[in-house]
């Protein structure tokens, strides 16, 4: 068997999670595992990768790959494909490769199972897990009919571990050729995301988090009041940083930070898997929802279904009173 | 002008649903409801309608024959048109065969702009767009809100992984639009009785001069193997009370776990 594992690139390095699914890969055994980096300095970046496990690493290194166009990316990919055969192809989930994946599985006609949180081969069959239905469904899936499978795995699952034996990490140029209308999109101005205010979430021992039970951007300073008194930080979910309430990094999730923090106090979470993704490692969840049935109950240790309005301010008075 | 909006059908209350075991396929004989994220994607394509001052917006459907009911709140919320591709034979469709049933029908209608919420609530992929836009071999973009038509180009923002972008595409385009884009209209009663007038054309995979091989099950490149009921990892301790009684046994949790110093 053959593996392909997409590494990616943003802000100048490859992403912790996807070498992280890499050198994963590479300890499965039985298979080859190569990978494909596609980005400006993509030759450079990809020498350090034989180290993860890369049999060889075949490299396209263009300008036209530094973008968040997914396109340029599936006709790299697509190129690579119908030259080389690989049972399956890898990506570890982001905004971006969601888009190069199921571009890809379109163009090539060939399976895609995603949001999977394991792979294995049983008989010499592929196949994959995947928690559905806020995770309390467990779904074995396979792939039929076409040489090539494709699979995006929930994010971060995996941490960068070097290989035991150093893989030969070949690094091998593409030749990039992209397709007329993978070419249209036009960037006219960019706006980073607002980083400043309140304290890194990485570091805090307690995050208070926020999510769509909130009213409004202002209410929360009740959840900043909880944290100041908890020595902890505050963070929310995508829908508050989408709607301009808090700044980007302090989100928790698919799209934004992991976070393991001793506890983790989500306060009118849902507990969508796009956030839950980035709060699994907490050590201790307490979860404050009106709604008894959401997702985030079976994701906790402690659900108190009630209303955040009230049980917030309640437990700030409680602590500063104990204090 | 034209828009064409692809929605979907999905299971009513998102947090609790059932699979059936004997298709292993999700239940769908429960309430069923628009996909809340369609209704952004939906309410983007009439507020462009209403900035570009004409054309139509057409609500697009795959679904069994009563996923008509959620083309029908389409049309009360103002769609011009709707069409619903409903056949047996593409039953259990994954994303390559709804791709090559969806890029069929979006063939035959021409569309200037395609519009998709940013995903399903019944599946988390948030797949479908792209593989559309692949087929159809048009630009692409998702996460995106404050759309318009400038010089007869799709001008919007959109959030990447690096930071927020505006981009600018040329016509056809397809856009997966961010819930956050907008706040959807609610349907009036005036709009209802209107709805009624409105044509809501019903079609089958041979009527898209499509081999129903081509769909369903056997045009699939994924399968479902097996279900089962996953172990959950955590306490799942559950507390209901007043504000008062929470808040100390959240204190008292916190600190027999260690969190706090007593």
Known sequence: MRWLVYVEQHGGGFTPGSVGLLSWAARQGGSEVDAVACCPGATQAAEGLGGFGAARVFAADDMRLGRSDAQPHADVLAALLAREEFDLVLFETTILTSAIAAGLAARLECGLNWDLTHLELVDGEILGTRLALGDSVSVKVGWQGSPSRLALLRPNLFAPAPAPVAAAGRVEPLTVELEEWSQRIEILARAPYEEEGGRPIEDAEILVAGGCGLRSAVDLGLLAELAAVLGGAVAVTMPLVDRRWYHHSAQVGQTGKTVAPRAYIACGISGAVQHRVGMQGAEVVVAINTDGAAPIFDHCDLGVVGDLYEVVPALTALLRSNS | ?262
């Open chain 2, 1 to 262: 002008m034209r828009f064409v909006v692809c929605v979907k059908e999905v299971p009513a209350g998102s947090s609790r649903r059932a699979i059936d075991p004997g298709t292993l396929r999700l239940r769908r004989d429960g309430d069923c409801e628009l996909n809340a994220f369609d209704a952004h994607a939906l309410e983007e394509a009439l507020r462009l309608l209403d900035d570009v001052g004409s054309g139509e917006v057409v609500a697009l459907s795959l679904g069994p024959p009563r996923a008509g009911k959620s083309l029908r709140r389409c049309l009360a919320l103002g769609a011009t048109r709707a069409v619903l591709v409903s056949d047996e034979a593409a039953a259990g469709s994954d994303l390559v065969a709804t791709t090559a049933v969806l890029g069929r029908l979006l063939e035959r209608e021409r569309p200037d702009l395609i519009l998709f919420g940013q995903q399903a609530e019944d599946s988390d992929g948030g797949l479908l767009y792209a593989a559309v836009a692949d087929r159809l071999r048009l630009p692409a973009i998702s996460k995106a809100g404050q759309l318009e038509i400038v010089d007869g180009k799709l001008q919007a923002w959109r959030s990447t992984e690096d930071g927020r972008e505006l981009v600018r595409l040329p016509l056809p385009a397809v856009v997966a639009v961010s819930r956050a884009a907008n706040e959807p209209r609610q349907a009036s009663l005036k709009g209802s009785i209107e709805a009624r007038k409105r044509p809501l054309e019903e079609c089958t995979l041979a009527g898209l001069g499509l081999d129903p091989a081509a769909a369903g099950e056997r045009g699939s490149r994924t399968v479902v193997h097996a279900l089962s009921v996953p172990e959950l990892a955590r306490g799942r301790e559950r507390f209901e009370g007043d504000a008062g009684h929470a808040a100390e046994h959240i204190l008292a949790f916190l600190t027999a776990r260690g969190v706090l110093e007593t």
